[in-house]
Nanobody
Framework: QVQLVESGGGLVQAGGSLRLSCAGSGRTFSSYNMGWFRQAPGKEREFVAAIKWSGGSTYYADSVKGRFTISRDNAKNTVYLQMNSLKREDTAVYYC????????????????????WGQGTQVTVSS
């Protein structure tokens, strides 16, 4: 497993932007596909975005497509989530997660495929 630590959450007005970071430990970080998930109060954890270990492929939930961008810098063992045009419904705790498949071919949206999780960072969007 890899240790993950998220940062960058906060309070922002609707229409604003935030960039989340997820710092990972371990030499094999660059071999893992990574995902971002979120969980709002009273709701199940939902998929937001995923990125291939190489950074060459990405996958987004329909609800964030065109507004959020996932990227990674393997030299820094870090994955990012740039969030633009934020809406109140984006309010949630955001988690990054690692898919344990080494150099996995497929990007996955089910949380059960990920086995390492960060502690989460709160994003609150006000109107």
């Amino acid at each position: 497993q890899v240790q993950l630590v998220e940062s960058g959450g906060g309070l922002v007005q609707a229409g604003g932007s935030l960039r989340l970071s997820c710092a990972g430990s371990g030499r094999t970080f660059s071999s893992y596909n990574m995902g971002w998930f979120r969980q709002a109060p009273g709701k199940e954890r939902e998929f937001v975005a995923a990125i291939k270990w190489s950074g060459g492929s990405t996958y987004y939930a329909d609800s964030v497509k065109g507004r959020f961008t996932i990227s990674r810098d393997n030299a820094k063992n870090t994955v990012y989530l740039q969030m633009n045009s934020l809406k109140r419904e984006d309010t949630a705790v955001y988690y990054c997660a690692a898919d344990p498949s080494i150099r996995g071919v497929l990007l996955k949206k089910k949380s059960t495929f990920y086995d390492s999780w960060g502690q989460g960072t709160q994003v609150t969007v006000s109107s």
